[in-house]
């Protein structure tokens, strides 16, 4: 049990917190009757889904992609080769010692979407709240029930 433990849980701490964020914003949407509630169950499952991912792009020893001028020495640059004509010749790019924006670019879209959708979601449920006088998930679908019955 021990070296289970060891073997898998230590070396990979962040993903198995991600997981259990996950899981109570999932409980959170699938256990509780309160629309705000289960809004902020999705928020919180959205934002483990983004550490996530985030944590996946995470390159060791890696820089960020800026290519300065000078040729520095123990970087990610080597020294050019040659050129034909005496002409100098760009640095060789390493692409291991860079971190990839993408993913992170991706998640910030992600951030502003999910915002933006949390901000509709909002605004439905208080549209829910003056239709209907309460948030309760099983009030709500008994009055439209009933008033389905009356028609």
């Given at each position: 049990m021990l070296s289970f433990f060891q073997e898998t849980i230590v070396p990979h701490f962040n993903f198995w917190i991600y997981v259990v964020i996950m899981m109570i914003g999932l409980w959170s949407v699938i256990a509780k009757n309160n629309l705000v509630k289960k809004l902020i169950g999705l928020s919180i499952f959205q934002t483990a889904i983004l550490l996530l991912y985030v944590s996946l792009a995470v390159k060791e020893g890696a820089t960020i992609p800026v290519i300065e001028s000078q040729v520095l020495a123990g970087s990610a640059h080597?020294?050019?080769?040659?050129?034909?004509?005496?002409?100098?010749?760009?640095?060789?790019?390493?692409?291991?010692?860079?971190?990839?924006?993408?993913?992170?670019?991706?998640?910030?879209?992600?951030?502003?979407?999910g915002v933006?959708?949390?901000?509709?979601?909002?605004?439905?449920?208080?549209?829910?709240?003056?239709?209907?006088?309460?948030?309760?998930?099983?009030?709500?679908?008994?009055?439209?029930?009933?008033?389905?019955?009356?028609?």
């Open positions: 080597t020294e050019p080769p040659a050129a034909e004509g005496g002409k100098k010749a760009l640095p060789v790019i390493n692409p291991d010692g860079y971190a990839n924006p993408l993913p992170h670019v991706l998640m910030l879209t992600a951030i502003v979407v933006a959708t949390l901000g509709v979601a909002l605004a439905l449920t208080q549209m829910i709240y003056k239709d209907f006088g309460t948030l309760e998930e099983d009030e709500v679908l008994r009055k439209i029930k009933a008033l389905h019955d009356d028609v």
